[in-house]
């Protein structure tokens, strides 16, 4: 890291706002809109701006509530901006593996564009080929690829959802702008050294991890257990967090912080691209054990604290892990290190 790098750093380290709720209010969007008064805005009247969401899998209950997305794109709209929201393709079976069902899966999920106020995109493409390989600096990547949004963005508003991860300990802002950008190719990079091992003695023999397995690699025959085949494995981890009895773990073929590694410096690169016309929100409410991937039961671990602006990815998600605390991610992930995406972020200049 550069001497100028550094100083851009401490400033933005300091630029945090926060806006925390009242947990017994209906209504948090009082709150957002708080914030967004106190924000810098990141765009200018006519240009367009990629608000960059989790509009949630289909079936899962957790994801952030259209009504806070509405209030962002309101907010852009009484700027003169030209707002549109965007999330990309997902590796695993279920509501988001092609663009026509992540949109039908948004729809589903509240997310309308005559509701927003906007356009609705999935940012990689109909096809999943709307992509483009990007310079990485880091030990695993030399470039990475992520969804094409860079040259007819004029500015981007990353809004996360801050929760449990069952492989990086929490995900916020780091992860949105990594997974949340990433190709389907990049996301099975990312994901290649995660694999499941069963755990016997717990395995009912359900047949559910057969059941959602995307590429065939879970077999099962009736009243046997499981078997995975670890060369058609994706890595997806669709079966280790949809196991109703915690049967499965994670088999790291490496490092287990290599994930994080590389969940680092894909949102490192991404950063690279959109850093001085970007703001970054974490909305740290309704926080779950997993992210918004799981269609399953999804326990809340923490109290709602509110939303966290800022203009760095890991000086807003240190902001917010400092407000939500460590210590319900620490239980719920036992062994999982929390830190790495931070040390890792400074160790590679992000
Ligand atoms: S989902 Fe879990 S309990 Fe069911 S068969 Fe697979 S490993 Fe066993
Ligand atoms: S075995 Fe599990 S992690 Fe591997 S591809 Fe199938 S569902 Fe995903």
């Known amino acids: 890291m550069n001497q100028n790098n550094n100083a851009n750093h401490e400033i933005k380290m300091k630029d945090i706002l926060y806006s925390p709720v009242d947990q017994s209010a209906a209504d948090y969007v009082p709150a957002l809109r708080s914030l967004l008064e106190k924000m810098t805005c990141p765009s200018s009247a006519g240009e367009r701006v990629g608000i960059k969401v989790h509009w949630g899998e289909r079936g899962n209950r ?5 009504a806070y997305v509405r209030e962002i794109v309101q907010w852009q709209l009484g700027r003169g901006a030209k707002p549109y929201v965007f999330d990309t393709t997902v590796l695993y079976s279920g509501g988001r593996r092609t663009a026509a069902e992540s949109l039908r899966t948004a729809r589903e999920n509240g997310y309308d564009e005559n509701y927003l106020g906007c356009e609705i995109i999935v940012a990689d493409g109909s096809d999943g080929r709307s992509v483009t390989d990007i310079t990485a600096h880091g030990n695993h990547f030399a470039t990475v690829q992520v969804a094409d949004v860079f040259k007819d963005t004029d500015a981007f508003i990353i809004f996360s959802h801050f929760k449990g991860h069952m492989a990086a300990s929490f995900g916020g802002a780091i992860k949105n702008l990594s997974m949340g950008f990433a190709s389907r190719a990049q996301k099975q990079r990312m994901h290649a050294d995660v694999h499941p091992e069963l755990i016997k003695k717990s395995c009912i023999k359900c047949g559910l991890c057969s059941e959602v397995c995307p590429t065939g690699a879970t077999r099962q025959d009736p009243e046997e257990y499981p078997e995975f085949d670890l060369e058609m494995c994706i890595g997806c981890a669709q079966c280790i967090g949809l196991c109703p009895e915690v049967a499965l773990r994670i088999l790291w073929e490496t490092d287990d912080l290599v994930f994080q590694e590389k969940l680092v410096e894909t949102a490192a690169a991404v950063w690279k691209m959109i850093a001085g016309k970007t703001i970054l929100i974490n909305a740290c409410i309704r926080i779950t054990a997993e992210c918004d991937c799981w269609p399953g039961h999804n326990p809340v671990i923490a109290p709602d604290y509110g939303f966290v ?21 620490e239980k719920t992930h036992p062994g999982v290190n929390w830190d790495r995406q931070f040390t890792y972020a400074r160790q590679i200049g992000m």
Not at 62 to 66: A, G, M
Request: aromatic share 12%; proline share 12%.
């Open 62 to 66: 957790s994801f952030l509530s259209p």
């Open 309 to 329: 602006g800022g203009y760095h990815p890991l000086s807003i998600d240190e902001a917010s892990l400092e407000r939500v605390g460590k210590e319900p991610f």
